[in-house]
């Protein structure tokens, strides 16, 4: 069965940084678009950000544009967020996604999800 675990989460002060990481299994993982979103308590699902299959093509929310940067490694079945200049409003639970959409701003581009990692930042 597809499985899609997150870990790397924790409680930082603003300014630092994370790396968070989603390890797949049970799928044919460089086909796939993965994706990161984020929810805060009482906030909808947000989306963070995407990167292709071939790792060729990202995109991001404006909100963290400049300081979040995924990437992905096809042969460990993994793919990374690495978060720099964490503030307060960045605080939510980081859910990774796999989908075969060829773009991947939506919840509905999206086949599999993890269960999610908190991050907490503290001011």
């Known amino acids: 069965q597809v499985q899609l675990v997150e870990s790397g989460g924790g409680a930082v002060q603003a300014g630092g940084s994370l790396r968070l990481s989603c390890a797949a299994s049970g799928l044919t993982f460089s086909t796939y678009t993965m994706g990161w979103f984020r929810q805060a308590p009482g906030k909808e699902r947000e989306f963070v950000g995407y990167i292709s299959w071939s790792g060729g093509s990202t995109a991001y929310t404006d909100s963290v544009k400049g300081r979040f940067t995924i990437s992905r490694d096809n042969a460990k079945k993994t793919v990374y967020l690495q978060m720099n200049s964490l503030k307060p409003e960045d605080t939510a639970v980081y859910y990774c996604?796999?989908?075969?959409?060829?773009?991947?701003?939506?919840?509905?581009?999206?086949?599999?999800w993890g269960r999610g990692t908190q991050v907490s930042v503290s001011s």
């Open positions: 996604a796999a989908g075969l959409s060829r773009v991947g701003r939506f919840e509905y581009d999206y086949d599999y």
